[in-house]
T-cell receptor, first 109, second 116 residues
Framework: SQQGEEDPQALSIQEGENATMNCSYKTSINNLQWYRQNSGRGLVHLILIRSNEREKHSGRLRVTLDTSKKSSSLLITASRAADTASYFCAQGGSEKLVFGKGMKLTVNP | DAGITQSPRHKVTETGTPVTLRCHQTENHRYMYWYRQDPGHGLRLIHYSYGVKDTDKGEVSDGYSVSRSKTEDFLLTLESATSSQTSVYFC???????????????FGEGSRLTVL
């Protein structure tokens, strides 16, 4: 399987804390993307980082990419209860995206 | 809203029956995808299409076929459903940004299929 892996598989934090999720992947990539999925809904794109980029920010999100280690991290700062969801990383090739197995984040109010 | 609708949203069927799931888009995007989502496996690609009548297999294509006769519709067919195909199926379209082909996916709301 080419699937990547998110780590940890589940994380529970308090509102206001930061949440860090890690992703490891196996093959060379054009880009690495992060998605969020609320319970019972489709996935929603959060952020994309290209293979020649090392860090990217979007609002409370910060993504890093280390192609030498084939890993990425997603940091959510000042978490809110509404951030409770599953988060997926996805390896972007020229035509397909390969998703990891996902990580469940619970933010307690 | 990327204008993606999946139908049916819920279906219960019996083993051995054929099932077709439909994905409809309103924005004329070239790439469309079918994924299945199962606990412990995340999302796995079944088939995808890169144009009318142009399709290719993903990592879990056995037991599934697809067709794309119009840009806006991408059909996923289970010729003879099995219990192992009980899953939530997601359709997605790809919006290409820039010249590198990099794009992000926009997903439908999913079709929950139960095969008894």
């Amino acid at each position: 399987s080419q699937q990547g892996e998110e780590d940890p598989q589940a994380l529970s934090i308090q509102e206001g804390e930061n949440a860090t999720m890690n992703c490891s992947y196996k093959t060379s990539i054009n880009n690495l993307q992060w998605y969020r999925q609320n319970s019972g809904r489709g996935l929603v794109h959060l952020i994309l980082i290209r293979s020649n980029e090392r860090e990217k920010h979007s609002g409370r999100l910060r993504v890093t990419l280390d192609t030498s280690k084939k890993s990425s991290s997603l940091l959510i700062t000042a978490s809110r209860a509404a951030d409770t969801a599953s988060y997926f990383c996805a390896q972007g090739g020229s035509e397909k995206l390969v998703f990891g197995k996902g990580m469940k984040l619970t933010v307690n109010p | 809203d990327a204008g993606i609708t999946q139908s049916p949203r819920h279906k219960v069927t019996e083993t051995g029956t054929p099932v077709t799931l439909r994905c409809h888009q309103t924005e004329n995007h070239r790439y469309m995808y079918w994924y299945r989502q199962d606990p412990g496996h995340g999302l796995r690609l079944i088939h995808y299409s890169y144009g009318v009548k142009d399709t290719d297999k993903g990592e879990v294509s056995d037991g599934y076929s697809v067709s794309r006769s119009k840009t806006e519709d991408f059909l996923l067919t289970l010729e003879s459903a099995t219990s192992s195909q009980t899953s939530v199926y997601f359709c997605a379209i790809r919006k290409i940004t820039g010249t590198s082909g990099t794009g992000e996916l926009f997903f439908g709301e999913g079709s929950r299929l139960t095969v008894l």
